[in-house]
C-alpha cells in the first residue's frame, strides 16, 4: 500500500519538477524574445547641463543618462550634440570620445548655421565615413535659417551619400528668445520635395503645430517625426489626454506609424513619464513596436542584436 502511494507520488514529483523545468525553459525563451520585442530606443537625449549654476562634467552627465535609461529599461539612447559648444555644452568630437565603449549609445552631430568652418565640416565628413555620427542634427529657430537654405547644401548632400537621416528642431523654443517662424514644421517640405533621397526627422512633431507636421510626414515618404519634448518634466494627467489625442489624431491621418520615433528629450522631459505616455496610446502593440524601437533601428541602422 505504502510503494503503492510512494510510486504516483513519485511520479507527481517527478511530473511537477518537469513541469517546473519546462516552465523554466519557456520563460526563458521569452524573456530572451522579449527584450526584443519590447525594446526601446530613445532617439532624442542630450547631455547638456541646463542648470547652468554649476559645471556637470560630461562623464557625469552620460552616467546619469545610462542610470535613467537603466531604470527605466531604455535599450539605446541617441546624444544630441548642441549647436554650441561651451563649458555647459560639448562639442561633437568630446562626446564621440566620451560615449566610447558605451554601445547603448550613439551620437548625432548638431550643426551650426552660424559658426561652422571648414575644419568642422572635415569632421562631420570623417566621422560620417568611420561610423561615428549616426546623424545630423539642426536647430532652425534656436539659429535664423529655413531648412532649405543653400548654406546647407553640402550637409544634406553627405547625409544623403553616408546613408545617415537629418534632425531638425521643429516648433516651439525652449527659449524665449528662439524665432519660431524659422522652426515651423511646413519649411521641411520643401527640403523634402528638393531632396528625395534625404531622409528627414521633424523633432516635437512640430509642436503646436502638430497637423502641419503630420501632412509633410504625410506626402513626404522620406519624412519622419520624432515625439520628444513636448513636455518640461512630467506630464499633467490633462496635458496627457490633450497630446494622447494629437497623437492618435496624427496615426489615423497619415497611417501606420512607421514614420513615429521614440524620443523624449532627456534631460528637458521625464523618461518615465513618456513611457507612460506611450502606454496609454490607444494602439496596437505592433504599432507600439515601431514606434518604441523598430522604425529607429531602421533609419539609424542600430545594431539591436548586439546590444
Ligand atoms: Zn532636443
Known sequence: MKLYCFLPLKRYYLCLNLNEFTQIGISFTLTTNKKKLNMIIDVHTHINNYHEDRVVSLEDCLN???DTMLANNVDYSLVLSSYKVNEHRPSTRQVVEAIKGRKNL???SGISYLHYDHRDVREISE???NGFIKGLKFYPGYEPFYPNDIRFKLMYEMAV???VPVMFH???TYAPNGKVKYSHPLHIDDLAVDYPDLKIVICHVGNP????CMEVVYKNKNVYADISGLVLGNFSDKFERYMKNEIEEMITYAGDPN???YGTDWPISNMGSYLKFMN???LAEEKKELILWKNAAKLFKIDVENL
Open 64 to 66: 546619469n543618462l545610462t
Open 161 to 163: 551619400e553616408y546613408d
Open 280 to 282: 496609454q496610446l490607444e
Open 209 to 212: 503645430w502638430i497637423k502641419d
Open 170 to 172: 521643429s516648433g516651439d
Open 259 to 261: 514614420y513615429l520615433l
Open 127 to 129: 566621422y560620417l565615413e
Open 106 to 108: 550613439g551620437v548625432v
